[in-house]
C-alpha cells in the first residue's frame, strides 16, 4: 500500500499546517516501519521530509491555492497508483487516488467571511463543499470542528475522526537563564503579556488592544503587551486599533522570531492572551501550558475543549472582561500557581505520538473498504 501526503503547502506558507505535517510524519515514521509513503513536495522546495526509509520524496510543479490546481495535481498523481491520499489543508484535487482522506483543521471562513480576503473565501467556499463530499473519511483537531462540519457542511458524523494535536517536546519549562537570554534579545523586561499567533482578523487583535488600553488605565505600571508571530490579511483594522488606543509605545512586536526561541518566550511571560472569534485548535494555548504560562482564552469553538480547566475563558467581545482576566492573572499570585500546575499537566496529554496514531488508525480503515 502506498500512501500519498501532500507536504506542499509548506514551501509557500509556513504555520500551523506546515508544523502538522512536520510533526504528524515524524510520528508516523516511528509507528509504522512497514507502510510506503509518499511525501508529495513543491520541486522548488529544498527541505525534505522523509523522516524514514519506507519514506521517499515525490516532487511536483503543481502550486498550492492555484486556480487549476484541482486538475494540474491530478494529472501530476493519477499515474503514480496512489493507494491513500491524505492532504492536510482540507483540499482535495480530482480523483488522484483509490481513497482521498482530508484533515479539516477548521471552517473559520464559514462562520467569519468578513474576516477573509476575497480570494481566499473564494477558493474555499468553492471547493470545501465538493472536498468533504469526496473524502472517504475526515480527520480534525476538535469536537467543535467535528461539530462545525456536521451543522454547516451535513458532513455524516461517522466520516469524522477527532484527533487532538501534539506538542513539540521543545516546549517545557525553560531555566531562568534561557528565558534571560531571549528577554535580553529582543529586549523585553521581566514581565510581559504575550499573544502568538498570526496577525489577522480572527484573531481578535482589536479586541485585545481594547482590554489592554482598559488595564492600562487601571494598573498604570502594566507590563507591555508583546505580539509574537507574523502579518496576515487585512492588516488594517488591526492597525486602526493601535491607533484608537495610542498603543503605539505599549506594544513590542516581534515577527518571524526563530521557532527555538518560542519556549522561552512562553515562559517569560506572565500570561498568554487568546482572544480568537475562533479557532480549530489552538495550538499555542497547549505550548503556553507545556511551558508553564497560563493562558486567557476566548470561551468559543474548540479553545475551551483544549485548555479545559487550566485557563480563564472570556467573551471575545467583551475587553472588560479581557482585562479583569489579564489583571486577575498580573496580580493574583495563587490563581497563577494553581492554573500554571493545571496547565503542565494538561500539556502533558497532548502528544504527536497519539496523533499519529489516530491517523494511522484511520489510514487502515480506509484502506479496508
Not at 510533526?23 to 522523509?50: Q, S
Not at 499573544?195 to 507590563?223: C, I, Q, S
Request: net charge neutral; hydrophobic share 45%.
Amino acid at each position: 500500500m502506498i500512501i500519498a501526503i501532500d507536504a506542499r503547502l509548506k514551501y509557500y506558507r509556513p504555520g500551523g499546517i506546515a508544523e502538522y505535517v512536520r510533526h504528524l510524519l515524524g510520528a508516523l515514521a516511528a509507528l509504522d516501519t512497514r507502510t510506503r509513503y509518499a511525501v508529495i513536495h513543491h520541486f522548488r522546495d529544498k527541505e525534505t521530509l522523509t523522516p524514514g526509509p519506507n519514506f521517499r520524496r515525490v516532487s511536483t510543479i503543481t502550486p498550492s491555492h492555484h486556480r487549476w490546481e484541482r486538475w494540474l495535481l491530478a494529472a501530476e498523481i493519477l499515474p503514480r497508483r496512489i493507494d491513500i491520499y491524505h492532504t492536510p489543508e482540507g483540499i482535495l484535487p480530482q480523483r488522484v487516488a483509490r481513497r482521498h482522506i482530508i484533515t479539516v483543521h477548521d471552517v473559520h471562513y464559514l462562520h467569519y467571511p468578513q474576516y477573509m480576503t476575497a480570494d481566499s473565501r473564494r477558493y474555499y467556499n468553492d471547493q470545501i463543499t465538493r472536498s468533504v463530499r469526496q473524502a472517504d473519511a475526515i480527520l480534525v483537531p476538535s469536537e467543535a470542528t467535528k461539530a462545525d462540519l456536521v451543522a454547516l457542511l451535513n458532513v455524516p458524523a461517522e466520516k469524522v475522526t477527532t484527533h487532538m494535536l501534539g506538542v513539540h517536546e521543545m516546549f517545557h519549562p525553560v531555566s531562568p537563564e534561557a528565558v534571560a537570554a531571549v528577554r535580553a534579545r529582543y529586549h523585553l523586561p521581566d514581565d510581559y503579556l504575550l499573544f502568538v499567533g498570526t496577525f489577522e482578523p480572527r484573531k481578535n487583535l482589536p479586541g485585545l488592544f481594547a482590554a489592554y488600553a482598559l488595564l492600562r488605565e487601571e494598573l498604570p505600571d502594566v507590563p507591555p503587551l508583546v505580539l509574537v508571530g507574523r502579518k496576515g490579511w487585512l492588516m488594517d483594522e488591526i492597525n486602526a486599533a493601535v491607533e484608537q488606543h495610542r498603543l503605539h509605545d505599549a506594544l513590542r512586536w516581534i515577527e518571524d522570531a526563530p521557532r527555538t526561541d518560542l519556549p522561552a518566550l512562553y515562559a517569560g511571560a506572565r500570561v498568554l492572551a487568546v482572544p480568537s472569534h475562533y479557532e480549530g485548535f489552538g495550538l499555542t494555548v497547549v505550548e503556553a501550558m507545556a511551558c508553564g504560562t497560563p493562558p486567557v482564552i476566548s470561551n468559543r469553538a474548540s479553545l475551551p475543549e483544549v485548555a479545559g480547566d487550566a485557563a480563564l475563558q472570556i467573551d471575545p467581545d467583551d475587553p472588560a472582561a479581557l482585562a479583569d482576566a489579564l489583571r486577575a492573572l498580573l496580580t493574583d499570585d495563587a490563581l497563577h500557581a494553581e492554573l500554571r500546575a493545571r496547565g503542565l499537566a494538561r500539556a502533558a496529554t497532548f502528544t504527536w505520538e497519539r496523533t499519529a496514531a489516530a491517523v494511522l488508525d484511520v489510514y487502515r480503515k480506509v484502506a479496508a473498504l
